[in-house]
């Protein structure tokens, strides 16, 4: 009976010591609440929460393809979490450890996109440069605003639809919202790394 007291004597004397330790030595936590919330169009769960930039420090970001999640890092804190639209079947997103090599505010692809004739109004969608064409048309990239280039082939993070949050959807490239591709892209330069994950 006695050790049972005294052990429950030592751990309000532990708990009551913890409220008087020095900040170094007690557990710390910081309870963020959302500065951003998108919510999608077509259910009342957000795309993405946007917590801050938290303490000045350099970003990296995590793409979960499985979750079609990406998590945005500061200083290993979590500042920010978004849906993520990543390649469809045939058109696979590479997965692996990356750093951000270039970044267009405006970019167009090179590869996707339509054809539209002379007056603009598009002959074919979903066209692929080289493969597709039409009499009297031109290809006209699609557009992939706050681009940032991952590989040298062609796949990156830039705002775009989100048709099915969790779902893919894109040809390889990481899409995002675009109030979130702005926020990225304007804290995220270039060497940010990127991790991509199954």
């Not at 899409?175 to 790394?193: E, F, H, I, N, W």
Request: hydrophobic share 35%; proline share 8%.
């Amino acid at each position: 009976m006695n050790i049972a007291r005294l052990t429950l004597a030592a751990l309000a004397g532990c708990t009551l010591c913890a409220c008087q330790m020095p900040t170094s030595f007690a557990r710390q936590e910081v309870i963020r609440r959302p500065l951003l919330i998108q919510p999608a169009d077509s259910s009342s769960s957000p795309l993405y929460v946007w917590h801050g930039l938290g303490e000045p420090g350099p970003v990296r970001v995590t793409i979960d393809l499985s979750e079609q999640k990406a998590y945005i890092f500061r200083n290993s804190e979590n500042v920010a979490w978004s849906y993520v639209a990543t390649g469809r079947s045939g058109h696979r997103t590479p997965t692996g450890s990356f750093v951000i090599s270039e970044k267009v505010v405006n970019k167009r692809s090179n590869k996707y996109g339509s054809i539209v004739d002379a007056s603009g109004d598009v002959i074919r969608s979903n066209a692929t440069a080289g493969v597709h064409s039409a009499p009297g048309g031109k290809f006209q990239g699609a557009k992939m605003p706050y681009w940032m280039r991952l590989t040298g082939d062609g796949v990156g993070m830039h705002a775009g639809p989100i048709p099915n949050p969790g779902s893919p959807a894109s040809h390889g490239c990481i899409r995002l919202p675009y109030d979130m591709a702005q926020r990225l892209y304007d804290v995220a330069p270039s060497g940010t790394r990127v991790t991509i994950v199954p």
